[in-house]
């Protein structure tokens, strides 16, 4: 191809167009909506090369790295007041707490975003509230079908997870407590009266089964799919470096690169996020002296029959007989934790400088969760049932004759273009989408028609984020979510990127492939062709579809940037979101990035209505209004309901778990410990072995079925 000029396209070339095009158009009709996505049984969860493979892999014992990795993500000493990465993550690998569990719309920054409103209910809500069932949704309409009637009520607040106290990191605690030394810091949004109250996020609580395929994890995308050993940020974080021992003794630092490995990166961001885990300023390596010499869950009881700690447990019923120590040593090649010297002093300057293994502490913890939450798979729902053969679409055979008729309703109203795949998430690894043998893999930039002509504004081409999209929940200026920046002032989004990649020429933050002939809407479909050239960024061959390979000059990419929306440059990433899995869906409500629908018909009214707002990168080719009856919205339900994968509602292996207690909500008192903050109340959550819960414990319970009315 030549790469410097615009170009004509050849006569056989403009016929090949033709006939693709009319190819498509006739197909159409015939697999418009697709087929029943497959099942999650069997497929592989994408590789991390060089983790456990290669001449010198880094985890050297992979079951006692799933038992560290277990063991740091139920224990509450590894948050700084007694906060679990489970106590955000227990209830189907989300939140079920419905007390203290209320935000401000702190993400933006109009004057109500550090200021609690009314409820729905009528109640005050703020700090300590217990949600109730008419406080949802969120937002509210006369009639929740139609998206123009009259709003009968609207918030900016936020149903999300209450985290960690207003405190300043001092030092770690090594007398055996399992909390920090730290200074209480008077928080001007969530208090009771003079108390400070535990501080509640900014967003809903994802589930944490299943994330293993996605690409990238958080809502914003921002844990990156590239773990770099320290923080979330991948490649982006140009500081962020372990330490390696070397066979003469010297011990130096080194950048680490590891692909696919976006669990490892979402581990490292709330053990250090000042409102989710920690005291603020406190690192890594603070935790990891913290933690080292402990008893793993030294104040939690395991049960005997744990499917990955039964073998470590401890005598007495509580805690490990091993330490942390123990099982890092254990886990991990020698190279990362047996080296002396001094790697950087602790903020209490009378502390010992710190040894190897905590300054390498991050390592140690966020691929240790991987490795244990890459056992949380649910891929045993009847969803996942043999298909009947020759059906269309295909029929999982243990669906029932609503459950049927609500898959056809699924298919046929778009869902499945963004419930795709077998996790039904098109923000999983592109590989998952890949047939065997298949030419290329998908894009994770996209072009797409943003709106379509129905909707009585014509029809976009938009740039997107594969797995990201903006189904106008709140008015994207409340939070821009993947359209936002990281804290080194780059794009979140890829699509951003790719965009300041073609009209600058430099290259993106994060090296991922954008092929032009892989998106579903190419550039020559609404670009002239003397505004383009051949794409010189092409990686590996696109086959039939080189025709499609062409890019907007950088200047005309400029004068279309200037317009209203970006025009025909449009990226639509403010406001939007990683679609998440539907997987379970029954048991994670509440649903949303902010967490504003309560049941699943909520869900429903939401998107056959076209959402809440009509934003600008509002993604109404898919969310639109369109009609639903009442029979069709129960089976559609029902559908959604053959999701739930029995081993997650009783807690069977691999989702059972040691004790935890979690903070949920406060009393009137004030803690006899820190006589500034308010004293905690506890939701606890029992041990649960191999075979599930028992019958005394009975079932999870859907979000909607432990609140009030």
Request: charged share 20%; glycine share 8%; proline share 6%.
């Amino acid at each position: 191809m030549n790469k410097n000029h615009s170009f004509s396209i050849p006569e056989k070339s403009l016929q090949l167009f033709a006939l693709l095009s009319l190819s498509l158009s006739l197909t159409s009709n015939v697999a418009a909506h697709g087929n029943t996505p497959p099942s999650l049984k069997g497929v592989a969860i994408p590789v991390t090369p060089g983790l456990l493979d290669g001449d010198a892999p880094i985890v050297i014992d992979k079951t006692a790295a799933i038992q560290l990795g277990k063991a740091l993500f139920w224990d509450s000493a590894v948050g700084s007041d007694g906060m679990a990465c489970a106590s955000c993550h227990f209830h189907a690998g989300a939140d079920g707490r419905i007390q203290n569990q209320l935000s401000p719309g702190t993400s933006h920054k109009k004057p109500t975003g550090s200021t609690f409103e009314k409820t729905a209910s009528g109640a005050d809500g703020g700090v300590n509230y217990t949600l109730q069932t008419a406080d949802f949704p969120l937002f509210q309409l006369a009639d929740p079908t139609d998206k123009t009637s009259a709003i009968l009520f609207n918030t900016d607040d936020v149903v999300s997870s209450s985290g960690v106290f207003s405190r300043r990191f001092n030092s770690a605690n090594q007398t055996g407590s399992a909390t920090d030394n730290c200074t209480s810091v008077k928080d001007k949004i969530f208090h009771a009266s003079t108390l400070n109250t535990r501080k509640v996020q900014a967003r809903q609580a994802p589930s944490v089964i299943n994330a293993a395929f996605n690409f990238r994890n958080f809502w914003d995308g921002r844990a990156n799919n590239i773990f770099n050993g320290v923080s979330p940020f991948g490649e982006r974080d140009k500081k962020a470096k372990i330490w390696v021992a070397k066979e003469d003794g010297t011990v130096v630092s080194e950048f680490l690169r590891l692909e696919n490995a976006a669990l490892a990166s979402q581990a490292v961001a709330p053990v250090l996020n000042d409102g989710e885990m920690s005291c603020t300023q406190r690192t890594f390596s603070d935790v990891g002296r913290k933690l080292l010499a402990r008893q793993p869950l030294a104040a939690q009881e395991i049960h005997a029959e744990d499917s990955v700690l039964s073998s470590l447990k401890n005598p007495s019923g509580k805690g490990l007989n091993v330490t942390y120590n123990d099982l890092i040593q254990k886990s991990f090649a020698p190279r990362y934790w047996n080296g002396k010297g001094n790697f950087g002093k602790p903020k209490n300057t009378k502390e010992l400088p710190y040894n190897l293994t905590e300054a390498n502490f991050s390592l140690f913890f966020g691929l240790a969760l991987q490795l244990y939450q890459e056992t949380l798979i649910s891929d045993d729902s009847p969803f996942d049932s043999p298909r009947i053969p020759d059906t269309y679409p295909r029929i999982p055979e243990a669906f029932d004759e609503h459950q049927k008729k609500g898959l056809t309703i699924f298919l046929e109203a778009h869902c499945a273009i963004c419930h795709r795949g077998a996790t039904l998430s098109a923000a999983a690894h592109p590989d998952l989408f890949i047939a065997k043998d298949a030419r290329a893999s998908l894009s994770l930039v996209n072009r797409k028609t943003l709106n379509g002509s129905f909707n009585g504004k014509g029809v976009a081409q938009a740039i997107m984020d594969e797995g990201y999209a903006n189904t106008s929940v709140t008015p994207e200026e409340n939070d821009l979510g993947v359209g936002g920046q990281d804290p080194f002032g780059n794009p979140l989004s890829f699509s951003e990127q790719y965009v300041q990649k073609l009209l600058t020429g430099k290259s993106m933050v994060d090296p991922i492939v954008v092929n032009t002939c892989d998106m579903d809407n190419p550039f020559l479909l609404d670009y002239k062709y003397n505004e383009l050239i051949e794409d010189p960024y092409i990686t590996g061959d696109c086959g039939d579809s080189s025709i499609y390979s062409f890019i907007p000059k950088a200047s005309v990419l400029k004068t279309e940037l200037k317009k209203v929306n970006g025009g025909r440059a449009l990226a639509a990433v403010k406001g939007a979101f990683k679609i998440p899995s539907l997987r379970n869906i029954e048991l994670t409500a509440p649903y949303m990035h902010n967490g504003s629908l309560l049941t699943l018909e909520q869900v429903v009214d939401f998107y056959f209505r076209g959402g809440n707002f009509s934003n600008n990168a509002h993604f109404a080719t898919v969310v639109f209004e369109q009609p639903i009856t009442a029979e069709q919205k129960s089976d559609l339900v029902a559908f959604l309901k053959t999701l739930t994968d029995e081993r997650v509602r009783f807690e069977r292996a691999p989702f059972d778990h040691p004790q935890l207690l979690i903070p949920n909500g406060h009393s009137t008192n004030a803690d006899v410990k820190n006589m500034k903050q308010a004293q905690d109340l506890f939701l606890t959550l029992p041990a649960v072995g191999k075979d599930g819960r028992d019958a005394s414990l009975g079932a999870l319970k859907p979000f909607e079925d432990l609140l009030g009315n």
